[in-house]
């Protein structure tokens, strides 16, 4: 498939107006661009820290994309997209699988890191069921740090507002089609690197959102996303924790069910869902189709703490979807 010279509206005019044009068809497999950076997370439950893991979005959705990639199994090669990624020579993840196949840009400015305080009650499905703080930060990844070529699609999957807006557009640019997190473009910090939202109208993000594909908000995030007026400007998915999700565009809207799973760390499950919903646009499903395997990525994540480990008989049909402990 050519990939567009410039920006293409990425929904189908008419029809089936979730179909993003992304699918290989049986063709040879397109080329994707995730930009966001890895980190440090710190765990800390009842004041205790109870683990340390690679985070980051881009190493979540890494580890999914490289997951659903169709290959056969002596295959070893992995799914074809590049990582823009910065931390610091502090970074204690440069041999997980996810950061030694797509090795991060070195900083001079130490790895982003996050503090994630569990709270002890139990968290309603829509409830945020941790507090975040970054306590260090990485530099921003700028558009000089992008590949100078095109790609078939791009994620812009940021954690600590390292997702400059003039590299978002040149991701838009670069890109046939771009899905974005939310969490990439209104997270603010208050002084102790507490995470704030900002509303995604009062940021310079807010204009490019016509040339955006897709936009991924938590149920957290949606009041600050806008998603009346977000929603006719792109596709807009709210993700609802073990309640699922929804998909909401201009004229529609549809809810997708969930996967049963038991929450071990809820950490990634948004990174996850995104991945698996831009894998299920590649192997060519309808968006409410390619949500429900964003269900599955999400309901997988939440199973095991960090970046998780996925059996290739997961993916393989008449498996039992069901994610126990
Ligand atoms: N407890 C759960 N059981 C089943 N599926 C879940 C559960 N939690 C999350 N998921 C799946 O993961 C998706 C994303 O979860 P959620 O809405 O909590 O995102 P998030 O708040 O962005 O997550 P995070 O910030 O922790 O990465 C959900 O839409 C759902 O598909
Ligand atoms: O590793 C996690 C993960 O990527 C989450 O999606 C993000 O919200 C956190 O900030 C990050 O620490």
Redesign the pocket.
Known sequence: MPLAAEPVEALEEGGNQQQLLLATKGGPALEGLVVGSYCHDVLIRGGRVVGETLGGAAAFVSNVLDAASPREEEEQEAAPFVVVSKVGRDFAYASAPAPARRPPLLCASPTTSFHAQFSEAAASAHAPDRELRRVRACDPIYPADLPDRRFAYGLAVGVAGEVLPETLERMIRLCRAVLVDAQALIRAFDADGAVCHVSLEDTPYARLLPRVAFLKA???EAPYVGVETARRRCCVIV????D??RLFWDGGEARVA????V?VD??????S?LAGFAAGLLWGLPATDAALL??FF??A??SQVGVPTFHPKMLQPGNDTKFHQ
């Open positions: 938590s149920s957290e993700t609802e924790g073990r699922g999700c969930p996967f049963p799973a929450q809820p950490t990634g499950a948004g990174d869902f964003g269900n999400g309901a994540a939440v």
